[in-house]
């Protein structure tokens, strides 16, 4: 029997993944706290909710895809929550990127409503949103896991067990210290070819088929030579998804020196009004740090 | 007219550069500290000389592959230097990586000698020198650029002028901030994934192809699980070529902030005698802060 599924949390990257859930035929229950989203993938066929209460209890699995640990608190365990419209056989899958501990305190409050939950937080930005082709991170039970996959199948394309509750979020986690990391040494090498009068653009292309290939010298540089710092992924969500790395860090006692660094550059971004640009646009910390211009 | 070629320097990466030198059917004269390696290419058909005069005397082009910059300094301008066999015509071409200022002095000590000289260091490891798939970014004078052509394409697949003398040595430079980037960043995820009770292995899986793609991810963490740490590229090369990065930054007034912490890792994996060991395994400094061990 196919699944009537919800989803609350119509952002960039949630109404283009409850859109592909819809595409590809299942019932969809929207929730949104602005309404304009919501009119709009009514038009498209789903239909509305008027809370997370509402969501949880007309569906079979209720996706989330919220900015922050406190919002999905607020929305699963909340007043007019998600665990007020639970019933037996409900799933809840996240898709916000939270913190593992707060993920697992949660689930484990929704399992005593009967509720199985999935942490499964995502890679791939606006464009593997829209396109269906994102990496997806799942923790938690691995029936729950079975049981959804072809609705994540209908929003992803790798798709991970990674392990028990929580363990979605820390995949995720390790996922962000290894962009932070690259979009910083392409700043610094950007700014280091510069100061020393060697054309950045031929720099780059001499190295990024070797050693130093990765997704960010395949992908930023041309944007960054343009003069376009424009998201992408936003240089806050970044600081966020930093500070979950380090606080999760602080919880189960790891020292983590470069992506103590990483964190605190993508800070300065907040300091300096570049909340909103890409995060590639960290280039602008090291570019203040040297009283330098990289791009038109 | 067949060049006529000179190689000086027969280590891991040098002997392998020459050899394809020889296969492309180049008369090769070689020269080197230690002379197993010598009599070894001997029988495959190139020349002895016995001091790198003798060698840039009986050349249309010499090359040096040597570890840092005291040991290109002495064989170009030391006592029975290349410098004292140098001739009209006579094309240096510098495939170590050493510091740019240095490259540059050198180059300019040759021109007074009529000869022309190019920094050219490698990326790509001794698999890419072996296979002749080497990225080889060079500096200097364009014509002498176009005139080794030939034989750059004998060792190397992509091969780029940056720029002026130096230029090639800034961007060995830049590539070296983002390889270490990465291998400090896979450290730290691998930690702090074992550290929450989580499967680094899933964890790699699962990011590997998304934004966190890079070259370190897809051929450095296979090794790491089955618990092989031998280079590949050794730390204290690493090390040195980090030094070469801090250095340039120090001359230029360039402030790195994640080269800083990126270049005080592996000099610990120095401190901790962990020297011969890959790159990669600068995880074990990771290992060390947190009191923990990945792999068998």
Redesign the interface.
């Known amino acids: 029997m196919t699944k009537t599924v919800g989803y609350i949390g119509l952002g960039l990257m949630g109404a283009s993944m409850a859109r592909n859930l819809l595409k590809a035929g299942y019932p969809l229950v929207v929730h949104n706290r602005s309404r304009e989203i919501v009119r709009q993938l009514v038009s498209e066929g789903a239909q509305e909710a008027f809370s997370p209460k509402e969501v949880a209890s007309r569906v079979d699995v209720v996706f989330t895809n919220l900015p922050d640990s406190p919002d999905v608190e607020q929305v699963v365990l909340g007043p007019n929550g998600i665990i007020e419209g639970a019933h037996q056989g409900l799933i809840w899958v996240d898709n916000s990127t939270i913190k ?1 501990e707060i993920s697992r305190y949660i689930a484990s409050e929704l399992g005593k409503a009967g509720v199985r939950s999935l942490d499964a937080p995502v ?3 606006d464009i ?1 949103a829209r396109a269906g082709t994102l ?1 997806i ?1 799942v923790g938690g039970p691995e029936d729950a896991f079975e049981e959804v996959m072809p609705l994540l199948q209908a929003m992803g394309k ?1 798709i ?4 028990e509750s ?2 979605g979020q ?2 995720k ?3 962000q ?6 979009m ?3 700043g ?6 510069a ?5 950045p653009q ?2 780059i ?3 990024k ?9 395949d992908n930023k540089p041309q944007r960054i030579f343009r003069g376009d710092r424009s998201p992408g ?1 936003k240089a806050y969500m970044q600081r966020k998804d930093l500070g979950i ?1 380090m606080d ?2 602080r919880v ?8 103590a ?2 964190t ?2 993508f800070e300065a971004m907040l300091q300096n009004g570049m909340h909103d640009l890409d995060n590639s646009a960290v280039l602008g910390i ?1 570019e203040l ?2 009283g330098t211009h990289i791009g038109p």
Chains 1, 2 share one sequence.
């Open positions: 593992p890679s791939g930005g593997g990496t991170m790798t991970t067990h990674i392990g929580g363990a820390v995949a986690a390790c996922n210290i290894m962009v932070a990391a690259q910083v040494a392409m610094e090498l950007l700014v280091l070819a100061k020393t009068g060697v054309d031929k720099v292309n001499a190295i088929g070797g050693a130093a290939q990765c997704w960010t010298l992924f790395v999760t860090a189960y006692g790891v020292s983590l020196p470069l992506t660094v990483t605190q550059l090291l740090l040297n």
